[in-house]
């Protein structure tokens, strides 16, 4: 199988990907062809994000000195939408509601989320944790996520991240929720406990730390995409007690840092929590964790694009998933 195409099942998402390994026996390029970056200042005074600094809409923000969190000034949700729902034959509309945050997550316009220092990372968890518990008070699904480099749509390059929520769950709660239901009533484990299991030792393993385990995991679509679970149970972020918020910032401290060093520029990625819909029913099958989808394939401009076969059939990958682990493991 190592050498031959083949597909593999993702059971998280009940989708599948196409394998095609050897494609890779082209020669790798390293981190050869790193844009020209000019230096990032500590303070910009056209950033809409820096402390002091006023945003589009002309409102100044604080001259905050730790993480700052905002209501997102052109936000996709509203908390009261007045649309109503609509049917009509084929056609299926309905009403939502929620709400967009901006997460600033440093003053500093020039740090990066793997650059802060540990309590700095610290506090950025912790917000993450009130934010979803906040939040999840009114709505049934909690999106914390940041998009990181101009390649995934970050319009800024200060540190930040959002949170959107909404009510009633998204496509991907929804197929996540379904999985691990099932699998949970079938057999009384956490799905992704198990699979967390299955990893241990094994070849996609990124970083091994007491708390938690990062794997490229075995039906990764993007090439360098990585899942961070938590070794002990939790459903959310606000679950997390003092040892799993530790652990988790050595976690993002060394995979970020990974990441950074691997092509030697700053890693492009969405990543994002998904944790226990607030809906009402049972979160024991649910396991936190947090998916980190880089586009970058083989260099710092060669990204991977989904097209043609993956938009029309499935999404398909040449690099294996145990490759790319074992090129993240060697980049520090
Ligand atoms: P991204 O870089 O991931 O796009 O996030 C930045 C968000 O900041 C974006 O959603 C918001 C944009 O709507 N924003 C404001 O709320 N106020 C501003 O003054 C500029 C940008
Ligand atoms: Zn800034």
Known sequence: MRSEPHRRY????????LVSPGRTDRPWIGAEEAPASS???RFDPDC??????ARVNGQLNPDYTGTFVFDNDFSALRPASQASSFEQGLLHAQGVSGACRVICFSPRHDHSLGQLSPPELRDVIDLWAEQTAELGRQY?????????????????AHPHGQVWAVAGLPEEAVREDATQQTHFVE???????????????????????????????FWAVWPFETLLLPKRAGARLSDLDEDGRAGLVRVLQDLLGRYDSLFGVPFPYSMGWHQAPFDGSSTDAWLLHAHVYPPLLRSASVRKFMVGYELLAEPQRDLTPEEAAERLRAAR
């Open 140 to 156: 049934e699904w909690v999106q914390v996520f940041e998009n990181r480099g101009a390649q995934m749509g970050a319009s800024n």
């Open 10 to 17: 993702d059971p998280l998402r009940d989708t599948w990907v």
């Open 48 to 53: 809409y994000l820096c402390p002091g600094n």
């Open 187 to 217: 057999r009384q484990r956490r799905l992704l406990s198990d699979y967390a299991g299955q990893e241990a030792g094994g070849p996609r393993l990124v970083v091994d730390d007491p708390e938690w385990l990062v794997v490229v995991p």
């Open 39 to 41: 230096p990032i200042p």
